[in-house]
């Protein structure tokens, strides 16, 4: 095939990660899989590890190893406790 080929993605060797470097939000995508939006977000939020370098997010290599390293799933936004407002409302009494 050419062009558009199908099937699982092309593994791709990642270079190790070094303690004495500081790693951008498009770099830490690519070992953690986390979009870099994402990561951004998260970290402004304190939900993942991580610091600034003026206003530019930033990671060490630790930093990159915890991510990894966490198994449970990125945490979800609390409900704002919208939906069916007939689950809320007491049932109607029928005229007799």
Sequence with gaps: MTGN??????????PP???DRLYSAEEVSQ???AKPQWLK???????IPGGYLGR??????QHIRDLIAQTHEPQKRPSRGGGNGRQRRGRRLANT
Excluded: K
């Excluded at 977000?41 to 304190?46: E, N, P, V, Y």
């Excluded at 530019?56 to 290599?61: L, Q």
């Design 5 to 14: 080929e199908h099937g699982p993605p092309a593994v791709v060797a990642l």
């Design 17 to 19: 990660l070094h303690d």
């Design 31 to 33: 070992y953690t899989g």
């Design 41 to 47: 977000r998260a970290l402004r939020s304190q939900m």
């Design 56 to 61: 530019n997010p930033v990671w060490t290599a």
